[in-house]
């Protein structure tokens, strides 16, 4: 039977047989020619060739390497005049979270200043900065934040998507910024995944026709407002897969046939090419085994040969180091494979550029390949007006900080906000509710700016945030607080459901912790294993006769039937960003009860009935708890009723482990530095106190381990500490040990002193209180090699029964000269593996 697909897509492909597609095989009839609404000018072509016929080797090579601005001075730029430079998630100017748009344009500025100086390497193509502005301008302190994408998939207009792209690219360019790293297209396949919610839908319909709106927003319309003066160049990534890995593992291998890679995870591509992206980002994924960044087959004889791309191909965060034979300074098989520039964070930048340079003279990369990848990029500069336009620091927006978070563009967000919620649970039309009420809001997400907006929020993970890090952001709270007390009504806030008069209704409002790539995959869709507290929560109110409203945050849908049992409604409203007070826009009627808002969001993902479910639309065997596009509105009938199973088979081992540092500070812990006289909690990527120096750095995804580097005559370290605190029975701490994954990088001179802290104990004082030396144990490891260690819990006190409220999991104190990297700091059952210290 032939398939063919027509122009409904913007282009047009081969017809296949269903035979020619084993998955073993290469087939590219299967790929379509894009045509892009952006063709080709003869004149830019003119200019791209003189000005390549220019270049001396180094300069093409420096066009192609990308570091990250930790990474690299201005000196450096004006010594390589690098083609362009990015900040990765949580880096900022002068390594300062609280920036001003000031400090970003400086950045900018003299970044820009530095390369189209040729004092030093002759050149003066200007420069260009990519960022991560994945749901707004998300690493600028007071730049309004929209819902994360899950969301924007729930709410099913493409309008207004465009609208939020055209607000995101003005928020950037006042800070003197060309390139957005968006959006993302990845089809998600399995919510276990820890992108889940980079992800528009599992159906790849929703994500063609946003990548379309989404690329228009950013790059403006071909023929129109294309790259103009208020526009940036846009990137569909990753390409290609990333949302189909075995088991949602992130940087996994897909195993998609190449039929199924085209028709689920290719649609993006299609809507975003023929809108005109003209950058394409490629994924950490592998492909049957064959990393995405090496394969040339993918990067280069479909994406650029068949669908005829002509813009650049940039890699991730240092993922042509993952390809075979390849290390972050060395991968000629990406250039070979179709990579047009390494991104190349770390001080691996300068080897890579060198050894490159020297690949092309010995003939291991042909100069045709070099010269194809800067005809890409010069391509794109020039259409993107590089060359004409002003500095950065004298754009049309540059400066104009209004702009950051303006209220027109906060009022976008909050239909975003409106109209990506969804209704899972609505008993007796509990909702909406009278605003003339007594309400109860408790949850930790209720007043938490930081918690509802997620990953990619400021720092990369979205931790460390508090509301202050918002200004002219609001919380769910907030919205909630203001319309009840302009009704009339009262309004409690307790995060632990606490009131002196009771009230008539609760709003919870819960959910996931924000994670982003890497950090954020799991095992399953369990809520809360193991630690049921917003379970108790409802329960408790419940259990006072007083109905619950639920409102979820997430970044996936999970299994969550023990909370859907234990509400009346339940509402499901993903990362909605910085504009939580819309929120109440729809969960309450105006003072005379009418519906201000109805709800109209609807599933882009299907909802798992059981807790280990991966399952998707128009799947064979397709039965889920609630479908694809299900969202009750107000006046429909509920169909949840309240005995859903709550039955799954839980990992004991998994559920005794207490985890303090696993890529990222584990809840509820606080990671802090300390040197002899000082002591700040890390909230940063860099952080430098006397003594001693804090960096994160890259184990096997971005930024999941970090390094300290010791010098100092006095005691300095690191430390894990909570105000709330985690109990081990006595029967756990007997048979418990500290775990520690580390690299140690330089001689131990001195004793390394580890020592936890707990509050009272049996014993009648502070528990667990003694200090262990793991110098001998560190000696012994091989140098720069990456191994666990153990400390045995009776190591750190005397009595099992004083691991009593652990206030202080971890804390490692030395003095002298070390480096020492560090990537897992747990508590785990003592019968999994690692080279232990025992005590006497």
Request: glycine share 10%; with cysteine.
């Amino acid at each position: 039977m032939a398939i063919a697909l027509t122009g409904a897509f913007g282009c047009t492909s081969d017809p296949v047989t269903e035979e020619s597609d084993p998955k073993s095989e290469k087939n590219l009839a299967i790929w379509p020619t894009i045509t892009s609404e952006v063709a080709q000018d003869a004149a830019i072509e003119k200019k791209v060739a003189d000005l390549l016929a220019s270049m001396t080797l180094e300069q093409k090579v420096a066009q192609m390497i990308q570091p990250e601005i930790r990474d690299i001075t201005v000196e450096d730029m004006r010594k390589y005049g690098f083609g362009s430079y990015l900040n990765g998630g949580g880096a900022f100017p002068n390594n300062n979270k609280h920036s001003t748009p000031q400090d970003w344009i400086a950045l900018a500025e003299d970044m820009y200043q530095a390369s189209i100086d040729d004092s030093l390497d002759g050149s003066k193509i200007p420069t260009m900065w990519g960022t991560d502005a994945v749901h707004g301008h998300n690493n600028v302190i007071g730049a309004t934040l929209f819902p994360h994408n899950i969301g924007l998939g729930a709410a099913n207009n493409p309008e207004l998507i465009e609208k939020i792209a055209q607000i995101t690219a003005t928020e950037v360019m006042v800070t003197g910024i060309d390139w957005v790293f968006a959006p993302t297209v990845a089809t998600v396949r399995d919510d276990r995944w820890g992108r889940t919610y980079e992800g528009y839908s599992e159906d790849p319909e929703i994500v063609r026709t946003y990548a379309s709106s989404i690329v228009k927003g950013l790059q403006g319309h071909a023929g129109k407002n294309f790259l103009g003066d208020d526009r940036v160049i846009s990137t569909v990534k990753h390409f290609i897969g990333d949302g189909g890995t075995v088991d949602g593992d992130d940087q996994g291998n897909n195993i998609s046939s190449e039929q199924e890679l085209f028709d689920i995870h290719a649609q993006g591509y299609v809507g975003g090419l023929t809108a005109g992206a003209q950058s394409v980002m490629a994924s950490f994924n592998s492909w049957h085994g064959e990393k995405v960044h090496g394969n040339g087959y993918l990067l280069t004889d479909v994406l650029k040969n068949k669908m005829g791309f002509d813009g650049f191909v940039v890699g991730d965060w240092n993922g042509h180091g993952q390809v075979k034979g390849c290390s972050n300074e060395s991968c000629p098989q990406a250039v070979n494979a179709g990579l047009d520039i390494y991104m190349v964070p770390t001080d691996a930048w300068k080897p890579l550029y060198h050894n490159t340079i020297a690949q092309v003279k010995d003939g291991t990369i042909k100069q045709s390949r070099i010269d194809d990848a800067v005809t890409r990029i010069l391509r794109v500069k020039f259409r993107a007006g590089l060359f004409d336009k002003p500095s950065p620091a004298k754009r049309q927006f540059s400066g104009k900080t209004e702009l950051i978070g303006q209220a027109s563009h906060r009022q976008v967000a909050e239909q975003a906000v409106r109209e990506s919620l969804v209704l899972l649970k609505n008993k007796e039309n509990l909702l909406p509710l009278s605003p003339k009420q007594h309400i109860l809001i408790a949850g930790d997400a209720a007043d938490n700016i930081g918690k509802q907006s997620g990953g990619w929020t400021i720092t990369w993970q979205g931790t460390n945030n508090q509301n202050s890090d918002f200004p002219g952001g609001s919380s769910i709270y907030d919205g909630l607080a203001q319309q009840i007390n302009a009704a009339g009504g009262k309004v409690t806030l307790s995060e632990k459901g606490q009131y002196t008069d009771k009230p008539d209704v609760a709003i919870v409002v819960f959910g996931e912790e924000p994670y982003a790539e890497g950090q954020g995959d799991i095992a399953d869709l369990v809520y809360q294993k193991g630690h049921k507290s917003d379970l108790q929560l409802l329960k408790s109110l419940q259990a006072q006769n007083i109905p619950v409203v639920a409102v979820f945050i997430s970044g996936r849908p999970m299994w969550v039937n023990a909370e859907l049992n234990a509400s009346d409604a339940f509402v499901a409203a993903w990362l909605p960003g910085s504009e939580g007070k819309a929120v109440a826009d729809v969960l309450l009627s105006d003072s005379i009860g009418k519906v201000q808002h109805d709800f109209v969001g609807k599933l882009s993902f299907s909802w798992p009935q059981t807790a280990d479910q991966i399952v998707n639309r128009f799947d064979d065997d397709y039965q889920p708890l609630l479908p694809y596009g299900f969202g009750l509105r107000y006046g429909d009938d509920n169909v949840l009723a309240d005995n859903l199973s709550e039955q799954y088979q839980a990992n004991l081992d998994s559920e005794q482990t207490v985890k303090v540092f696993a890529g990222q500070v584990a809840k509820p812990w606080k990671m802090q530095l300390f040197s002899e006289h000082e002591q700040q909690d890390v909230v940063a990527s860099n952080l430098l106190l006397p003594g001693i120096h804090y960096r994160t750095i890259d184990k096997e995804v971005q930024e999941d381990a970090f390094r300290l580097t010791v010098k100092s005559d006095a005691p300095v370290g690191i430390q894990f500490v909570s105000d709330k605190g985690v109990t081990l029975n006595a029967e756990s701490a007997q048979s418990s040990r500290l775990t520690l994954n580390v690299k140690r990088e330089s001689d131990v001179a001195k004793p390394v002193l580890v020592s936890m802290q707990c509050q009272q104990g049996e014993s009648g004082a502070a528990g667990c209180q003694l200090s262990h030396d793991i110098s001998a144990q560190l000696s012994a490891l091989p140098l720069d090699t990456w191994t666990d260690i153990g400390i045995d819990l009776n190591c750190l006190s005397k009595n099992a029964s004083d691991f009593n409220q652990i206030s202080q999991a971890f804390k490692l104190s030395t003095q002298g000269s070390l480096s020492l990297s560090i990537s897992g700091i747990n508590i785990v059952p003592a019968n999994e593996d690692a080279s232990t210290s025992s005590c006497n």
